[in-house]
Nanobody, 127 residues
Framework: QVQLVESGGGLVHAGDSLKLSCAAS????????MGWFRQAPGKEREFVAA????????YYANSAKGRFTISRDSAKNTLYLQMNSLKPEDTAAYYC????????????????????WGQGTQVTVSS
């Protein structure tokens, strides 16, 4: 029922910017929110940023603070991740996820709180 489709990834040089999009369908938020995770080869999936859909509150991993901005277009059920000053260590597959559960403000960092995931979009940053 729920479908999340990411787009916007690509190959860029260090210092460049990218804006990722995640279009959501088949989901209604009375609670919960959406987030971005990433996974590099040989590494575990890590939290990047999240947004509480009902209140619009944003949350960031330390690695993303000051460089990345998560936002939404609620009318379009679309989530965005603006990534500036990209570094080679940002190279990963980026996944959009959605949760309709409660206590999102507590569990947003935990991948298990998200019931729906997109297929991912690859971001590669060359040095």
């Amino acid at each position: 029922q729920v479908q999340l489709v990411e787009s916007g990834g690509g190959l860029v040089h260090a210092g460049d910017s990218l804006k990722l999009s995640c279009a959501a369908s088949g989901i209604t938020f009375s609670s919960g929110g959406m987030g971005w995770f990433r996974q590099a080869p040989g590494k575990e999936r890590e939290f990047v940023a999240a947004l509480s859909w009902t209140y619009g509150r944003t949350y960031y991993a330390n690695s993303a603070k000051g460089r990345f901005t998560i936002s939404r277009d609620s009318a379009k059920n679309t989530l965005y991740l603006q990534m500036n000053s990209l570094k080679p260590e940002d190279t990963a597959a980026y996944y959009c996820a959605a949760s309709t559960g409660t206590y999102f403000s507590i569990w947003y960092r935990d991948a298990t709180t998200y019931g729906s995931w997109g297929q991912g979009t690859q971001v590669t940053v060359s040095s």
